[in-house]
């Protein structure tokens, strides 16, 4: 069993920067491949950003703004948020896939995840 706890949400005007952090309980957090997905009100929860042994993947609307990031010795995956828009107004969520085999392509895919955090709220204001 996997917990997740995100923090690092908040209330910000657009263009300004925040991170998310999420730290994970267990201690195989290595192996795992990790991701961020948000849900904005009225909205399907949508991928953002994964991060496993191959690389790191961005959805189109962040590419380029946003950077996902592991630190293993912290137990801690990061998501770097810069140039933050209006439309990036939602709740994150941490996800981890406990399967290091995992295929790049399903990372973008919500029902690949099996540990899920309760998510923070990320506010941008023009």
């Known amino acids: 069993q996997v917990q997740l706890v995100e923090s690092g949400g908040g209330s910000v005007q657009s263009g300004d920067s925040l991170r998310l952090s999420c730290a994970a309980s267990?201690?195989?957090?290595?192996?795992?491949?990790m991701g961020w997905f948000r849900q904005a009100p009225g909205k399907e929860r949508e991928f953002v950003a994964a991060?496993?042994?191959?690389?790191?993947y961005y959805s189109d609307s962040v590419k380029g703004r946003f950077t996902i990031s592991r630190d293993n010795a912290k137990n801690t995956v990061y998501l770097q948020m810069n140039s933050l828009k209006p439309e990036d107004t939602a709740v994150y969520y941490c996800?981890?896939?406990?399967?290091?085999?995992?295929?790049?392509?399903?990372?973008?895919?919500?029902?690949?995840?099996?540990?899920w955090g309760q998510g923070t709220q990320v506010t941008v204001s023009s």
């Open positions: 267990g201690r195989t957090f290595s192996s795992y491949n």
């Open positions: 991060i496993n042994w191959r690389g790191t």
């Open positions: 996800a981890a896939d406990s399967d290091w085999a995992t295929a790049t392509m399903l990372l973008r895919i919500r029902d690949t995840y099996d540990y």
